[in-house]
Structure formats: C-alpha cells, structure tokens
C-alpha cells in the first residue's frame, strides 16, 4: 500500500478526450464502493455526462457475475467510464474494450520464451490476462453495464451525432492489478502490471488506455465489433484450447464470430456461446 500521494494525469486526459466527447469531466476519489456503482447511481437520477471516475481505493467493486473486485490505493488500475452511447449493435463492446486496453497497454506482442515479459491476452468475455514462461495468470477484467438513457441537464453531454432517443448510457469498468498480489483464494495466480512493463504504474496506465478506448468507442457506435475480430483473434488465449462450459459441455474454442460470440466445437457441433450467464474455463494449461 502506497504512502506517497498519487499525481493523476486527469487535465492531460480531459485535454485528450474533450475534442471527442463536449461537457466530459474527470474525478478522482480516494475512496469509494464501487467506481460502476457510482456512475450507475448518477445515471438513475439523470446525470448522464461522459465521465471518467477514477477510485484509489475500492470497498466494495464488482466483476462479472457479481464477483468482488478489491484493492489499495496504488495496487491496482480502478475506473469506470460513462458516456451515451447508440451503437447499431450492442453486441461484442466487452471484447472491443478488452482489445482497446491490451494494445494500449502492449501495442505488439513479444515473441515467447525466456527472458520474454509477459503477453498481455484476451480470455472472452471480459478479461485480460498474461501468457508466458509462468503460466496462465489473470491481469485484469472488464464489467459493462448500461441504463436507460435520461436526456442529461447539459444537452451538450450527448456526443453530436448520438440521437437521445435511441441512446444508453453505458458504464465500462475497468481493474487491473499494477502490483504483485497474493493469490490467496483465488483459481488463477494474478498477474500485474509489473510482469508487463516493469515501472509503470496506474497514473500512466490510465493516460495510456483512456483516449484510445474512447475513440475506439465512438468507433464501435458506428461499425460495431467485426472490424475489431481480428484484432481480438491476435490475442485470444482460448484459440484451439480444450475449455469447460458452466452448464457442464466441453469442447474446443475456435475463436469469436463477428458478433463476439465464443465459437465452441463440442460433441453436438460448433456452438456459438453468448450467453452472459456461461462462463468458460480451460480445461489444461497449454504447454510455453
């Protein structure tokens, strides 16, 4: 846990983004429940600006299917981003996140082998991992929600070409462990940024992913998530890997479809799984 106060590169992000998206704001808090929670709630009542909230420290974050998300002020990356959205089709936005952040974390991945540092992957639906020399290990993960779009107080808010009538207000959370952390209780070791890069650290993480996730978005509102399959291809850690599916099927991964659905081979065919509700795991950890 860091005792040194944290410098947040938040006007170099405002600067960056505020061209893409009028009235967006930055806050950052010490400490808070949830950063999704929190834009969520303020969604509910109407305001519904783009925001980007950055916590230090999380009490009570969430992950996929309600799983919890905590850590200490400099240990890990905690934000959500909130902006109005109406894209064509909702389909695959947590896998184009998840492209977004990994290049901008680690734009080429380095060649496997020894003194290599850990490949920043992709696990659909929603996580970032690291593969290498030491295994499996889980770097991070992405929680999208949405609500119904309330026309917020500053018309402005609505980036220009988003129609408030067919808008959602869509929250992308995102947590990535900057420190090493204990494994304790968990089924896969964490990974972090520090296997990645060593040195870098949440502030510069942050400036690094924000503007291009935004830009990617307002990409996605326009040509959805096909233009970016091959993309999330280049780092899928499924591809050709025996997986387990939560209602107890198995079979071989075969990438994701243009739709984002995970494309499973199992003993009854190809599936094309895209069901919130089924997680995927890997039956055995490939040989390095």
């Given at each position: ?29 010490p400490s808070i429940d949830s950063t999704n929670t929190e834009l969520m709630r303020r969604a509910r009542t109407g305001q519904c600006e783009p925001t980007l ?110 129609s408030a009538g067919t808008a959602r207000y869509v929250v992308v959370g995102i947590g990535i462990n900057v420190l090493p952390r204990s494994a304790e209780g ?11 890069e060593p040195g870098l650290d949440a502030p510069n993480a942050l400036l690094r992913i924000v503007p291009p996730l935004v830009a990617m978005l307002r990409s ?69």
């Open positions: 846990m860091t005792t040194t106060p944290i410098r947040w590169p938040a006007e170099a992000i405002w600067e960056a983004v505020s061209p893409l998206l009028p009235g967006f704001t930055v806050e950052v808090l909230l950055v916590a230090e420290q999380q009490t009570a974050g969430r992950g996929r299917l309600g799983r919890v998300w905590q850590s200490d002020a400099g240990a890990s990356l905690m934000m959500s981003l909130g902006l109005p959205l109406a894209p064509q089709d909702w389909s695959g936005l947590s896998l184009a996140v998840g492209v977004s952040v990994a290049e901008s974390l680690q734009p080429v991945l380095p060649p496997l082998g020894p003194g290599q540092p850990a490949r920043v992957g992709l696990k659909w639906p929603n996580d970032l991992w690291l593969g290498g020399a030491a295994g499996d290990r889980k770097l991070g993960g992405i929680l999208v929600e949405t609500a119904s779009f309330v026309a917020p107080q500053d018309a402005q808010a609505v980036p220009q070409g988003t968990m089924s896969m070791p964490p990974g972090c940024l520090q296997d990645v996605f509102e326009g040509y959805g998530f096909g233009p970016m399959q091959p993309r999330f291809a280049a780092r899928d850690v499924l591809q050709g890997r025996a997986v387990t599916l939560s209602d107890g099927h198995t079979g071989t991964a075969h990438g994701v479809g243009d739709d984002g659905a995970l494309l499973v081979h199992t003993a009854g065919g190809m599936q094309a799984i895209t069901s919130s509700e089924i997680s995927v795991r890997p039956t055995a950890v490939p040989p390095v």
